[in-house]
C-alpha cells in the first residue's frame, strides 16, 4: 500500500472560540523566599505575541483536534500530542484514549514509529497560554498514512481555520510502498 507524508503548519490568529467569556486562569507562582522572588523576576514574555488561550481552553482544542482524528482517521495507529510543561489544568479523556500518546519530543517519536511502518498523526504546537510563556502561537501537524487518508487530512486542515488557525504551509509527499 502506498503511504503519504503529510504535513500542516499554521499560526493561531485569533481567539478559537470567539468573543466567548471564559474563567481566567493566570495564578500567581507560589513565592516564598528571597530566591523564590529573584528568580521569578527574570521571567519575560515574548512582546508583541498575544495569548489567546488558556491552559483549560488549550486542552480543549487540542481534544476537538484528537477527536476529529478518532472520528475519520480510524486506521491510525498512534496520535501523538506533544504537550507543554507545566500546565495549569487536567487532561481531557479524550486525550486519554487508548491511540493517543502525550509526549513532551513529539518529532522523534513520530520518526521512530514512521520508520517502523506505523500510521501515526503528530500535533506539535506553541501556543501561549500565560504571558510570560515562550512560544510563537504555532501549530505543526504530520500524518503517516495510507494515501487514502489526503481527503480526510486536508478536511482536517479545513477544519482548523474554524478555530482561528491560519494555513501557513501544506505538503503531501509519497513515500512509496509499505508492508506491515
Known amino acids: 500500500m502506498t503511504h503519504l507524508h503529510m504535513s500542516f503548519t499554521g499560526r493561531?490568529?485569533?481567539?478559537?472560540?470567539?468573543?466567548?467569556?471564559?474563567?481566567?486562569?493566570?495564578?500567581?507562582?507560589?513565592?516564598?523566599?528571597?530566591?523564590?522572588?529573584?528568580?521569578?523576576?527574570?521571567?519575560?514574555?515574548?512582546?508583541?505575541?498575544?495569548?489567546?488561550?488558556?491552559?483549560?481552553?488549550?486542552?480543549?482544542?487540542?481534544?476537538?483536534?484528537?477527536?476529529?482524528?478518532?472520528?475519520?482517521?480510524?486506521?491510525?495507529?498512534?496520535?501523538?500530542?506533544?504537550?507543554?510543561?507545566?500546565?495549569?489544568?487536567?487532561?481531557?479523556?479524550?486525550?486519554?484514549?487508548?491511540?493517543?500518546?502525550?509526549?513532551?519530543?513529539?518529532?522523534s517519536e513520530f520518526e521512530k514509529l514512521r520508520n517502523l511502518s506505523f500510521s501515526v498523526l503528530a500535533i506539535r504546537d506553541s501556543f501561549i497560554r500565560h504571558p510570560q510563556e515562550m512560544g510563537d502561537n504555532s501549530i505543526n501537524v504530520d500524518c503517516f498514512a495510507e494515501s487514502s487518508t489526503l481527503h480526510v487530512f486536508h478536511q482536517f486542515v479545513q477544519m482548523l481555520s474554524q478555530w482561528r488557525i491560519e494555513i501557513l504551509q501544506t505538503n503531501f509527499e509519497p513515500t512509496g510502498d509499505v508492508s506491515n
Not at 521571567?43 to 480543549?60: A, C, K, Q, S, T
Open 12 to 107: 493561531l490568529i485569533g481567539r478559537p472560540y470567539g468573543r466567548k467569556a471564559t474563567l481566567a486562569s493566570l495564578r500567581a507562582f507560589p513565592l516564598s523566599s528571597e530566591s523564590d522572588y529573584r528568580n521569578a523576576s527574570g521571567f519575560h514574555g515574548i512582546r508583541g505575541i498575544p495569548v489567546y488561550l488558556n491552559f483549560f481552553e488549550h486542552f480543549d482544542l487540542l481534544s476537538r483536534m484528537v477527536q476529529f482524528v478518532l472520528n475519520h482517521m480510524e486506521e491510525l495507529d498512534f496520535i501523538l500530542v506533544e504537550i507543554a510543561m507545566p500546565s495549569g489544568a487536567r487532561v481531557t479523556p479524550t486525550l486519554l484514549h487508548e491511540k493517543v500518546f502525550l509526549c513532551l519530543d513529539v518529532n
